[in-house]
């Protein structure tokens, strides 16, 4: 009788706790382009909560500080975005095929998700001070880095060839030039868009077979 009275505690105590992460993954998600707005350095619970349809309350309820929601709020985006790949990684029957749809995606992220990778590379560079955050930043770049190295080895497939580089100089070499793309979006000097688009697919090249030219 015991046994059975505490198996439904338990039940009933799983029930709260898988409640209380999913209330927190709702208000992180709805709360994420606020975020992505005004930056880690510059908000606070209250401030999220003034531009957002939840009370400050609400939020210190479920969150213990900024820093919680803010990890949170990149968590759930990264966990969408670390699959934006595989359709095209899948589907690819030809390298330039592969070359020319992720070329395509990942110039029209960096232009329709600007704010959103500005968060995440807000969140980063925090972790650099801030020890709070780097366990989370670490899961959430080593799922980026396996997300660009599933490209890269479905290209060095379909050319029949090894990669020429290591997973993590791929994925060194790629957010590299995103980054500085996206800094050049946000700053309005030139065209990174056009620019990395026009650069990619020599970079991508040069990733399988140590040689930029195509073909």
Not at 40 to 63: D, M, N
Request: hydrophobic share 40%.
């Amino acid at each position: 009788m015991t046994e059975v009275a505490e198996t439904k505690q338990d039940r009933i105590a799983r029930r709260q706790v898988d409640k209380f992460d999913a209330r927190r993954t709702e208000l992180a998600i709805a709360t994420l382009h606020t975020l992505a707005e005004l930056g880690y350095a510059r908000t606070t619970l209250r401030e999220i909560a003034q531009k957002s349809e939840f009370s400050h309350g609400v939020l210190h309820y479920y969150f213990a500080d900024k820093r919680d929601l803010l990890t949170e709020a990149v968590r759930q985006y990264e966990a969408l975005c670390v699959t934006r790949y595989d359709d095209v990684v899948a589907q690819a029957v030809t390298a330039e095929q592969l070359c020319r749809e992720f070329t395509d995606m990942f110039v029209a992220t960096l232009r329709d998700d600007a704010p959103l990778h500005r968060l995440w590379y807000d969140l980063r560079n925090q972790s650099l001070f801030d020890e709070s955050f780097r366990k989370d930043v670490l899961e959430i770049d080593e799922r980026r880095e396996e997300m660009i190295w599933r490209v890269i080895a479905r290209y060095a497939e379909l050319r029949n060839r090894e990669p020429a580089i290591s997973r993590a100089t791929a994925y060194s070499v790629l957010d590299g030039l995103f980054q500085r793309a996206l800094l050049g979006e946000f700053a309005g000097a030139g065209e990174p868009a056009r620019a990395l688009k026009r650069e990619l697919p020599r970079v991508l090249e040069l990733l399988v077979t140590g040689r930029p030219e195509l073909g």
